[in-house]
């Protein structure tokens, strides 16, 4: 096992510092370390950051491999940065079994470039009918402390309670795609102006307020942990702002898409802008971004969601909703917040880890922590060519645009995934 | 311009030199040779998604009497989950020469993607719940026609504008054209936004006939009430069906519009539709000029 000296880098945005990696953790920290044996990284400008956390991956393997597996995935995230991701459980088959989590749980071992934690289902094939085995999926090797049924809600009043009490028994969170399905019936972009315009059936911010604030009802009432997925209205912001006031457990996350774009850019059809909830106003951008800030929202999770060119080469209403996030999450939020990097690192990763149990990750570089960090180049300006991107899939919203930072090396316990901006294997 | 996607690609001056051509054109369908070789070696293909007899047919007519080569294609039922995709039918389109395409499609947005991956010209014969802009032109041609001018016009548009792409483009070409519209529904049947148009809106039709130069009827779907749009087709006749007696409180002048298929006894009443106010035969005329302008302003001018 090589140990690397990291020169000269600021440490979540502290003062210039050396770092030495060993044997899978910091072994040191401070100014002008002695090389020894080490292999020299001279980080000169370049902030170290605790190595990021998605709580919001599709990996799409098993069953769509033809859009991203496990392996590319896997190099997406390396590649932005991340050290874990949380890989949803809308798989083909789903992953609503022992067997099926701790099949992920392998592919990511052998890819070996980020800790791959699945996420269960909440119902069998997310039907939302009864309850998967969550105990069984809770003891497996893959340890599932996540379960949610992304890509659909949990619309049933009782059965959502149901599993939020019955996680509480393996400190579970129940992680719900708020989307109230009535209301939504066909629905394929924000409901509003822009709708109208466009004759697109409107997907209204209530349907998704609507089921936070059922949610965080049940939760309160059963004292249970709740997670909500995907944030994208200024009314949710507020819903969850109330909820934590009156101590009720839940978080939430916002996506990078939702913190940047706004429903005008559906204007010219292209479904790359299609996305499950859908692209909102600028109000909502802005109580989202104020979420952010001030705590309400506590992770900024990718929901990378690859999809082939065949499923979004078409006419929006048949196109997929989903956009790549993994290797621009870093920099949209940079350009979003800048270098506050105490709130990058915050809800980029320490919450992030925190919320899904991923005791490894979320951990400041610090004498004895391991070594699962990122080296960020703030100075860098990335211009996102869809064709370069390590997924298997192309959809990002971002082509051509110019986005601030650059990962350059991620650290896996001590190992490099990424160096010099370049995947390792 | 290269296209025809909305209303919205229309300037006053483009629009009313389409009306203005039309005009002319018209002149040709009088004749006992109903033919110009303007567009002699030029290939128009109708792409049609969606049924719409009436459409096709006049667009068909529209460019035969231009003396095109006219190509339809007829994709029964939804193709686009298995077989081939609209790329790949651009694809061959493309290669087969496709000067112009006339697209009718269920998906909003469908002749946006369409024009994107071909040099011909596109134009939108009806794309989902979005727009139909030559239906649009031909109202406003019937119009001008009828009552000699479009700028100061007050429009009534009175129905299920949630889902009509006739709506759509004819809030926007009045618009351009100074008419003054006011959209007339139940307000589960306009869409949340429409205070963004440049319309006013109203629940209620009885106060506003009276100030209405022209009254366009929109066709409802009997389905709407299923899905509770509505409680039924009987209290919706009542509310916003346009019969005798509601004639009568219109100005002398008024006409009266439909873009057909009717449901007669619905949001028209059968002798309402036959009455000399009734501009329903006259539209389907009017809209093979109109297509016929369309058609010969962007293509005529091409090599
Ligand atoms: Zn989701």
């Known amino acids: 096992m090589t140990s690397f000296l990291i020169k000269g880098v600021s440490v979540v945005g502290g003062p210039a510092t050396d770092l030495r990696l060993r044997d899978g953790t910091v072994a040191e920290v401070g100014p002008d ?66 067997g099926v989590v701790e099949q992920v749980w392998r592919l990511g071992r052998r890819a070996g470039l980020v800790d791959v934690q699945p996420v269960g289902a909440v119902t069998v094939g997310l039907r939302g009918e009864r309850l998967s085995e969550l105990g069984a999926m809770a003891e497996s090797a893959a340890a599932v402390r996540i379960f949610s049924d992304d890509g659909h809600c ?16 393996f400190d579970g969170v129940i992680a719900q795609h708020a989307e109230e399905p009535r209301l939504t019936e066909g629905a394929q972009m924000h409901e509003g102006e822009v709708s109208a315009r466009l004759g697109l059936t409107g997907w209204p911010a209530v349907a998704e307020e609507a ?122 939020a940079l350009s979003v917040f800048g270098p506050d990097w105490r709130l990058l690192a915050d809800r980029l990763s320490c919450q992030p880890a925190r919320l899904a149990g991923l005791t490894g990750h979320g951990v400041d570089p610090a004498p004895g922590a391991p070594a699962n960090l990122t080296l960020v180049d703030p100075a860098a300006q990335v211009t996102v060519e869809p064709a370069e991107l390590a997924s298997r899939s192309r959809n990002t919203p971002y082509a051509g645009l110019q986005l601030p930072g650059r990962v350059v090396a991620t650290f896996l316990r001590g190992e490099p995934t990424v160096l010099d901006g370049k995947a390792v294997k | 311009m290269q296209h025809l996607l909305s209303a919205d690609d229309l300037s006053a001056a483009t629009a009313t030199e389409v009306l203005d051509t039309a005009g002319e054109l018209a002149n040709v369908t009088g004749r006992e040779v109903k033919k110009l070789p303007t567009l002699r070696g030029r290939t128009v293909v109708n792409l049609f998604y969606e049924d719409s007899t009436r459409t096709r047919i006049s667009f068909e007519a529209a460019a035969k009497r231009l003396s095109a080569d006219v190509i339809t294609f007829s994709v029964k039922g939804s193709s686009v989950a298995k077989g081939e995709s609209l790329k790949d039918t651009a694809l061959t389109l493309q290669a087969m020469g496709a000067d112009a395409v006339v697209v009718r499609h269920g998906a909003s947005g469908a002749p946006h993607r ?11 014969a009806g794309d989902g719940t979005h727009e139909h802009p030559t239906q649009a032109l031909l109202d406003a041609y019937t119009m001008r026609a009828r009552l000699g001018r479009l700028a100061g016009l007050k429009v009534a548009i009175v129905g299920d504008v ?48 009276p100030d209405s130069d022209v009254v366009m009827m929109l066709r409802v779907q009997r ?81």
């Open chain 1, 33 to 98: 370390l002695p090389t020894t044996d080490a292999e020299v990284i001279d980080a000169a400008g370049l902030v170290a950051l605790p190595g990021l956390v998605d709580m919001h991956t599709h990996l799409r393997e098993p069953g769509r491999e033809d859009a991203e597996t496990v392996a590319t995935g896997s190099r997406a995230a390396a590649l932005g940065g991340y050290t874990a991701v949380c890989a949803m459980a809308n798989t083909d088959p789903v992953a609503d079994t022992a």
């Open chain 2, 162 to 209: 949630l889902h009509s792409r006739v709506a759509r483009s004819n809030v926007r070409l009045l618009h351009t054209l100074g008419a003054d519209v006011t959209l007339v529904a139940p307000p589960t049947l306009l869409p949340v936004g429409v205070s963004a148009w440049p319309a006013t809106t109203s629940y209620d039709l009885d106060a506003v006939l």
């Open chain 1, 154 to 169: 949990v619309a049933d009043p009782r059965l959502m309670r149901r599993a939020l009490e019955y996680v509480k028994a």
């Open chain 1, 211 to 332: 089921i936070i604030a059922r949610d965080a009802l049940l939760a309160e009432h059963v004292g249970a942990r709740l997670h909500i997925c995907h944030v994208s209205t200024a009314g949710s912001v507020e819903l969850i702002r109330a909820a934590k006031a009156r101590g009720v457990r839940v978080s939430a996350e916002v996506t990078p898409h939702h913190l940047l774009l706004t429903d005008d850019r559906v204007g010219g059809y292209d479904p790359v802008f299609k996305v499950n909830p859908p692209l909102r106003t600028e109000r909502d951008v802005a109580a989202l971004r104020e979420a952010v800030r001030d705590g309400v929202i506590d992770v900024i999770a990718t929901d990378h969601a690859p999809h082939t060119v065949e499923d979004k080469e078409c006419e929006w209403a048949y196109a997929r909703p989903g956009m790549l996030g993994l290797q621009t999450a870093l920099s949209v």
């Open chain 2, 223 to 303: 389905e709407r009430m299923g899905d509770s749009y509505f409680p039924s087709v009987r209290e919706y006749a009542r509310r916003y069906g346009l019969d005798a007696p509601r004639v009568r409180r219109l100005p002398e002048h008024a006409i009266v519009m439909h873009p057909g298929p009717m449901n007669r006894g619905m949001e028209i009443a059968p002798e309402v539709a036959d009455s000399p106010r009734s501009t329903i035969t006259e539209q389907v005329a009017n809209g093979v000029s109109v297509r016929m302008a369309v058609l010969y302003l962007l293509l005529g001018g091409k090599g």
């Open chain 2, 114 to 124: 369409l024009a994107g991956w071909l040099d011909g010209s596109v134009i939108n």
